[in-house]
């Protein structure tokens, strides 16, 4: 089985600013991969390669197989990658329902619409109860529930997920962890999480990468990564 997601060598570039330099990594079905990196490493530049939304060079990326460089940014929803953005990037005067509506906005059948609304609405019981509220006047963690639940509505196959810890209190970011456990778990939904939080993220995935001023220098198992001298010192705060 080739992998769901395949990317060799792509490099980045905005104007004189190197972002990526010949980045390769690969994302098999039903795995939870975690991308570790510090600020400005490279990691929202890779996730927005991958979702089209900057342009690469050199290299190329595979999804299902097939070459996904040439698709447009608003087609790759439509494959079924899903990307959940840094500092969540929800509609703050908009309410929870019409965020909902927005990342859905490929599902046009009405049933698949309120099977997919049940299903997110099950994994986050306090956005049913929230549905009416404007989302700008939630708590920093309902956001981050918001923005996933958002993400959920296309259905993804491949959800990406930049910092979904970032700025939260430890209770709220252990409830998030569990649900993007079960995400992946109950629905079979492929995961590539992306990072700083090393220690939740390694935590809470199959296997790793390390990038670095905008390489990779790290790869293998969460379980052998935890335990890196290296990753332990730059990561995990030496403890
Ligand atoms: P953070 O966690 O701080 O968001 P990151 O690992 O996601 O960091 P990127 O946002 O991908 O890193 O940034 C990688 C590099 O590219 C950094 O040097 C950053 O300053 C630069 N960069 C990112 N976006 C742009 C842009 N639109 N124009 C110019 N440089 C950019």
Redesign the pocket.
Same mark, same amino acid.
């Given at each position: 089985m080739p992998p769901l997601l395949e990317i060799n060598n792509i490099s980045v570039s905005? &104007?004189p600013?190197k +972002?990526l330099e010949e980045v390769s990594l690969e994302i098999r079905e039903g795995e939870v991969v975690a991308l570790l &990196?510090a600020?400005? +490493?490279?990691?929202?530049?890779l996730l927005n390669a991958i979702s089209r939304l900057v342009p690469v060079s050199g290299g190329g990326i595979k999804y299902c197989n097939r070459d996904l460089t040439g698709v447009r940014a608003d087609k790759v929803v439509r494959k079924g990658i899903a990307q959940c953005p @840094?500092g969540r990037m929800i509609f703050p005067d908009l309410t929870v329902m019409e965020n909902l509506h927005l990342g859905a906005y490929i599902v046009r059948d009405e049933a698949d619409f309120k099977q997919n609304l049940e299903h997110a609405f099950n994994y986050f019981p306090v956005l049913s109860d929230r549905r009416n509220q404007k989302g700008g006047t939630l708590s920093g963690g309902e956001q981050q529930m918001l923005a996933l639940a958002r993400a959920l509505m296309s259905s993804p196959r491949l959800l990406m997920l930049d @910092?979904p810890s970032l700025g939260l209190a430890p209770k709220i970011i252990q409830q998030i962890f569990q649900i993007i456990t079960r995400i992946n778990r109950e629905d079979n939904v492929t995961i590539f999480l992306v990072e700083?939080n090393a220690n939740e993220a390694l935590l809470h995935s199959n296997r790793g990468y390390v990038i670095e001023n905008?390489r990779i220098t790290m790869s293998g198992s969460s379980a052998d990564l935890r335990k890196d001298p290296r990753i332990i010192e730059a990561y995990l705060g030496g403890s």
């Open positions: 905005y &104007g600013v +972002a &990196g600020n400005g +490493a490279g990691k929202t530049s @840094e @910092e700083q905008g």
